[in-house]
């Protein structure tokens, strides 16, 4: 089978063509960075109108990247929710259209199930297996049971990480996405310089919260102003580090717990996965390598490429769907809000 992806949902255009044989025939991203710079974050009229513009392009491109027409592809799948709404209702009329036209069947996924279930994309990962999807919008700790069916274990509590480097990028005056720039920034800090935070580490729950964090920063850059009028580099490397460092503790202690969770449902072959943008963090990655070394549980996140937001994780989910052949069909509606374990009876969507 092959399946046509869409995404729209935040601020990258995205097209893939994925065959059930994990077969990435294309994965055209087209970003909106630019767009937004002079705005310092995402402004969803801005991505609204953009993602009108350039889907039409971007799934050409990914067509002919895979050297396939619409003739060849059994199914559409498009990113229904959760996101910035006006991205999503363009990304879903644009399938309708073309599921409309060429009389293939339409699939709405929803965007976490395709971070979700990319780590079965890229191996031959069986489920249950812990997932930390930790990303600029989310960031939870999922038992993934099957394409359809998720556990929610705990998450944050007010923002999420990639949300918290982007705010920490700008209060630093980094450039956007936050992340990147705050890693590259923390590679020549010392992360003990400042003493930040470790949010809830105290709760025995899998429950996070990093918008502390985040003002232990600001807090942190006021005090140094006030004392010598500013920032030197070396301040905004530590700080980098100290933040970075502190965010690695909170995701690797609470993966910790929530592997123990997991372990208790006792699956042969306990892996955790990662993924989400965040998850593209080097530092961030080692210390989840080294909680489930701990546990002895496998780790494994997938190649940064589908780690941030893109299309054949889209597809991917449409396949895993087509192949349990979903039986929650409902019309397909554009969402803004769609938490994961909600999702159950209308993961999959008919276009008619
Ligand atoms: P969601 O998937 O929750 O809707 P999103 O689509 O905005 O949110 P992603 O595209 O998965 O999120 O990830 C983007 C986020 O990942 C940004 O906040 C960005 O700063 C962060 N990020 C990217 N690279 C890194 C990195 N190397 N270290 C830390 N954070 C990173
Ligand atoms: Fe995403």
């Not at 429950?207 to 004392?227: I, N, P």
């Amino acid at each position: 089978r092959t399946i046509l992806g869409i995404e729209s949902s935040c601020d990258d255009t995205a097209a893939a063509v994925v065959q059930n044989d994990r077969t990435i025939l294309s994965n055209v991203v087209a970003g909106q960075t630019d767009l937004h710079a002079a705005f310092g974050g995402v402004v969803p009229e801005i991505a609204a109108r953009a993602h009108a513009e350039k889907l039409d392009f971007t799934i050409a491109r990914a067509l002919a990247e895979a050297r396939k027409s619409l003739s060849d592809i059994d199914a559409i799948a498009v990113t229904s929710g959760p996101g910035l709404i006006g991205g999503v209702i363009s990304g879903v009329m644009m399938a309708r259209g073309l599921a409309a036209g060429s009389g293939k069947p339409l699939i709405g996924v929803n965007h976490l199930a395709g971070h979700a279930l990319t780590p079965r994309l890229t191996d031959d990962l069986p489920f249950p297996y812990l997932m930390l999807l930790v990303s600029g919008g989310h960031c939870q700790f999922l038992i993934v049971k099957g394409p359809d069916s998720f556990t929610r274990l705990g998450g944050t509590i007010d923002d999420a990480p990639g949300e918290a480097f982007d705010k920490v990028a700008r209060l630093l005056g980094l450039p956007q996405p936050g992340g990147p720039s705050v890693e590259a920034e923390a590679k020549t800090g010392d992360p003990s310089a400042f003493a930040l935070p470790r949010p809830l580490l105290n709760r025995p729950d899998c429950d996070m919260s990093f918008s502390g964090l985040k003002t232990a920063v600001l807090r942190e850059r006021d005090k140094l102003v006030d004392a010598q009028g500013g920032i030197t580099r070396q301040n905004r490397a530590d700080l980098c580090a100290g933040f970075q460092s502190a965010v690695s503790d909170v995701l690797a202690a609470k993966a910790s717990r929530a592997l123990n969770d997991y372990l208790d449902l006792n699956p042969s072959q306990p892996t955790l996965a990662v993924a989400g943008g965040v998850a593209a963090n080097e530092q961030i990655r080692k210390a989840l390598q080294i909680a489930s070394d701990s546990a002895g549980v496998a780790f494994t996140a997938p190649p940064l490429s589908l780690c941030t937001d893109n299309a054949a994780m889209i597809a991917w989910a449409g396949l895993e769907l087509d192949a349990i052949q979903h039986p929650g069909l409902t019309p397909l509606v554009a969402r803004p809000r769609w938490p994961l374990d909600a999702t159950s009876p209308a993961m999959l969507g008919s276009g008619k």
